[in-house]
């Protein structure tokens, strides 16, 4: 099983961009899928997080009315969309899956792990 996250990149604040996440060696329409996020010298973080079935999703405070998640089981993959972008949202991004319809932000609670992509905003 492998999660390959991209999408990550430089941009000023207030820009925009769109993280991709594909999935192989699993199919991911019975998986919840999630975004983590670590800043240097912190702990990692929860983003968000979208059930299976997409009838559920959560999103940490800070990023609610500004980033999306979204997902297409047919094409493997997930996303995040993240609009206007600020300093303190910079991290590397880790997708995350797991089995079921969770949308916990709770770290261990997911199996499957991406290897992260650079997100970095300027100010």
């Known amino acids: 099983v492998q999660l390959q996250a991209s999408g990550g990149g430089k941009v000023q604040a207030g820009g925009s961009l769109s993280l991709s996440c594909a999935a192989s060696?699993?199919?991911?329409?019975?998986?919840?899928l999630a975004w983590f996020r670590q800043a240097p010298g912190k702990e990692r973080e929860f983003v968000a997080a979208?059930?299976?079935?997409?009838?559920?999703?959560n999103y940490r405070d800070s990023v609610k009315d500004r980033f999306t998640i979204s997902r297409d089981n047919a094409k493997n993959t997930a996303a995040l969309q993240m609009n206007n972008l600020q300093p303190e949202d910079t991290a590397v991004y880790y997708c995350?899956?797991?089995?079921?319809?969770?949308?916990?932000?709770?770290?261990?609670?997911?199996?499957?792990w991406g290897q992260g992509t650079q997100v970095t905003v300027s100010s």
């Open positions: 995350a899956a797991d089995y079921g319809s969770k949308t916990t932000p709770d770290s261990r609670m997911y199996e499957y």
């Open positions: 979208l059930s299976w079935n997409r009838g559920r999703s």
């Open positions: 060696g699993l199919s991911i329409s019975r998986y919840s």
